[in-house]
């Protein structure tokens, strides 16, 4: 029997009908939710979600990248619950769509109900704004920046090296001592420079993955695509960008002193990093070490060992020659 739940929307009646258990009439139902979400604003009630209303959720209304990336074996272990009779009507933990029917939250719940072939009462928020999802998912009930990219549909190439690069380039843009700026970025920030420098990360990303991935480094791909980042938006020609690339990814026809070569054994080695205690400390010194060779070679000179490519001193960062 259909239970109501007190609104979050003051005012608002409740639902007075259940979803129907066929495909057709489930669909009939549903829409009729969205409409009503559409014209009330949001809306909670707590109503059967049947195997048939959750094959038309997962069919029609959970669309590429709308949600994180299914965890299987947490499906499997609800589904499980389900099943044996130990699902808690009365848990806070619900489903939610927005104006336009799409899963905001619940996939887990709905894919479980799928498998389990039985009906749950859940509660059901209709109406939800997306911008909602994303300060649930930023503050309320963090997730990692990573998925966060993910679920915002960004062209980055490898979401986890963009959203690595993000975070140490927001931390480098805000103030206070050095290692409270690189701790300081927060989710929301690094979500807003993503969408803002789509294009200009995933041409870092794909520096850093192409660097990396030939020298076959112990550094991460995000230090060195946050260096070609910098680089980029020091005004480097791309033409430049990418002979020094290729010759930090190859090292062929390097002399002995030539900075990229040093600054390539460097990083294969994980030199520059390994008197640091703290990640962020080894990753700016990574960083820089890249824009230290790239400015030596612009400059066509020579060193003779990674100690010319360290940085002295983090609170003076050396500025990019284009």
């Known amino acids: ?38 014209r009330v604003g949001a809306f909670t ?20 990248g709308s949600n994180r990336r299914l965890n299987s074996r947490h499906v499997s272990v609800l589904a499980a619950a389900i099943q044996n009779g130990d699902w808690d009507s009365n848990t806070h933990q619900g489903i939610a ?24 009462d859940v509660l059901m928020t209709f109406g939800q704004p997306r ?33 690595s690069i993000a975070r140490f380039l927001c931390g480098l843009r805000a103030s206070g001592p050095y290692q409270e ?6 989710k929301y920030e690094i979500l807003a420079f993503a969408r803002t420098n789509t294009d200009a990360l995933r041409e870092a990303v794909g520096y850093g993955r192409g660097v990396v991935n030939a020298i076959k480094s112990r550094v991460s791909p995000s230090n060195v695509g946050a260096a070609f980042y910098l680089l980029a938006e020091a005004g480097a020609a ?6 020094f690339a290729d010759a930090l990814a190859s090292g062929a026809n390097l002399a ?28 700016i010194h990574e960083v820089y070490a890249v824009i230290i060779a790239w400015n030596l070679w612009r400059q066509r000179r020579s060193i003779r060992n990674v100690r010319s490519l360290r940085l002295r001193d983090v609170t003076i960062l050396p500025a990019v020659l284009a």
């Open 1 to 38: 029997m259909f239970t109501p739940f007190k609104p979050t929307r003051a005012g608002a009646d409740l639902l007075h009908s259940p979803p129907p258990p066929d495909t057709v009439s489930a669909h009939s139902w549903f829409q009729a939710q969205i409409q009503r979400g559409r």
């Open 131 to 163: 911008s909602t999802f994303e300060v649930i998912d930023q503050v309320i009930r963090p997730r990692n920046t990573g998925t966060l990219l993910e679920l915002a549909q960004l062209d980055l190439n490898t979401v986890s090296v963009a959203a």
């Open 256 to 283: 002995a002193t030539s900075p990229i070569l040093v600054c390539r054994e460097g990083l294969r080695t994980g030199e520059f990093g390994k008197s640091m205690r703290m990640s962020d400390d080894r990753r």
């Open 97 to 120: 769509f927005g104006p336009d029917g799409v899963v905001n939250d619940g996939q887990h719940r709905i894919h479980a109900v799928r498998a389990a072939g039985r009906t749950i």
């Open 238 to 243: 791309e033409v430049n960008m990418r002979a």
């Open 181 to 186: 700026r690189m701790r300081a970025a927060y």
């Open 45 to 64: 009630v707590k109503a059967p979600l049947t195997p048939a209303l959750a094959e038309l959720l997962v069919s029609s209304f959970m669309p590429a």
